[in-house]
Every structure is written in structure tokens, then in C-alpha cells.
């Protein structure tokens, strides 16, 4: 059967280095918690510098129901990565690529290009593919936007991961070593430091409802 792929092309300037972008992205723990109406499970069945191979439980647009897909990220460059999706025996394929550009050191541009693999007489849903695409990121977008803005707040404060702020945990050291620094740059670590058991049991919701500030009560 002649296959052809639906396409679609979504684009955001966020305020942020591209490192924290990238950050944001590879860090599959925060999926269950931000994008909670999406996801319900994540494990990691492999990683490393360079890619991740995780299983998701997940919700796909217009589909009421929960299935299981494997997804592949892969950082091929600097400023490039590659998303596969399959679900379904492998009946439905999605490939996503990013492409992060640079504007200057604190504003990154991101766009996102999506590729569904069809039989060719389905050519005709085009239209409706490209609009729900680009409603996605425009909702997945908005969902992590309070994550970046904490993180990188925070971090230009002299946080680290699982050590905190130095002069918050101990009063004897001084914050004007932070204070006269504030455009200190984002360093990427990949792979992206874990709490949970997301490569054993996987990373579970824990509640149903979910505050841009935590979990609520």
C-alpha cells in the first residue's frame, strides 16, 4: 500500500537558553506530573548522553481512552533532536524533530515538525492533522512554561540538583557571590539527574490534580 505523511510545523520563542529548553525536554519525570491529562506512566527502558528509549502510557489527541507507546529521543546535534513515536503494533508512527535556534544567550527559539506516516487515501485529513498539532504544542507549551521559569530563576540564585542553594541550607555562607553573578549560564547535563524509579517501576501520577506551584491537597 502507498504510504505519504501528514505534516505539521509549530514554532515558540521562549526566554530562556537553549539549554534549559533541552533540559525541559529530556526530563521524563516531570511528564506525569505537568502534562498529568496526557500522561499516566513513564519508565525509561534505556539511556544515555545522546538518547532515551522510554515507554509512556498516555492519551493521544482525540483518543479517549489510555494506550501504551514506546517513544526514541535522540540528540543528534547541539541543536537538534529527534522524536519517535509507536503505538498500537506499531500501526501508528510519529516522528517528531526539534530544532532549537539560539536568538541570543537568554532567548531560544523552538520549532517543532511533525510527521504521521499514513496510507496514502488518508491524504485528506491534512488539515485537521496540522490543527491539532499545533494545539498540542500550543497546550504542552504553556504547560511547562512556570517549570522553565522556576528552574531557571533559581538557578541564576546558585541552585543545584539535589544540593539546593547554599546559602539557604547554611547560614554561614554568603549570597553575594550569587547575587553579583546573575547571568550565570545554564549547563546541561544529560543524562538529566533522576528522583524516582522511572528506569525500574516507572515514574507514576501520584495525585489526581495538579497546581502550576505542586500538588495540590
Known amino acids: 500500500m502507498k504510504k505519504t505523511y501528514l505534516k505539521s510545523t509549530s514554532e515558540a520563542v521562549a526566554p530562556f537558553p537553549k539549554d534549559l529548553l533541552l533540559w525541559n525536554y529530556w526530563d521524563h519525570e516531570h511528564v506525569v506530573g505537568t502534562h498529568f491529562e496526557h500522561y499516566k506512566k513513564v519508565k ?44 498500537l503494533f506499531n500501526l501508528v508512527k510519529v516522528k517528531q524533530v526539534f530544532d532549537f535556534e539560539e536568538i541570543d544567550k537568554n532567548n531560544c527559539r523552538v520549532t517543532r515538525s511533525d510527521f504521521l506516516e499514513i496510507p496514502y487515501f488518508l491524504k485528506f485529513l491534512q488539515k485537521l492533522f496540522d490543527i491539532i498539532m499545533k494545539k498540542w504544542f500550543v497546550a504542552v507549551w504553556a504547560e511547562d512554561m512556570p517549570m522553565r521559569e522556576r528552574r ?33 549560564d545554564y549547563k546541561l547535563e544529560l543524562p538529566v539527574p533522576k528522583i524516582t524509579n522511572i528506569k525500574k517501576e516507572g515514574s507514576f501520577r501520584l ?11
Open 44 to 87: 525509561i527502558i534505556r539511556e544515555n548522553e545522546k538518547e532515551c528509549l522510554s515507554e509512556r502510557t498516555a492519551k493521544l489527541p482525540l483518543v479517549p481512552f489510555y494506550i501504551t507507546e514506546q517513544t526514541l529521543a535522540k540528540l543528534e546535534s547541539p541543536n537538534k533532536m529527534l522524536v519517535y513515536h509507536s503505538t
Open 152 to 184: 531557571y530563576k533559581v538557578w541564576k540564585l546558585g541552585f543545584k540538583d539535589f544540593k539546593g542553594i547554599d546559602y539557604v541550607n547554611d547560614e554561614k555562607v554568603s549570597s553575594n557571590s550569587y547575587q553579583r553573578h546573575p547571568e550565570r
Open 207 to 217: 495525585f489526581k490534580k495538579s497546581k502550576h506551584l505542586g500538588y495540590s491537597k
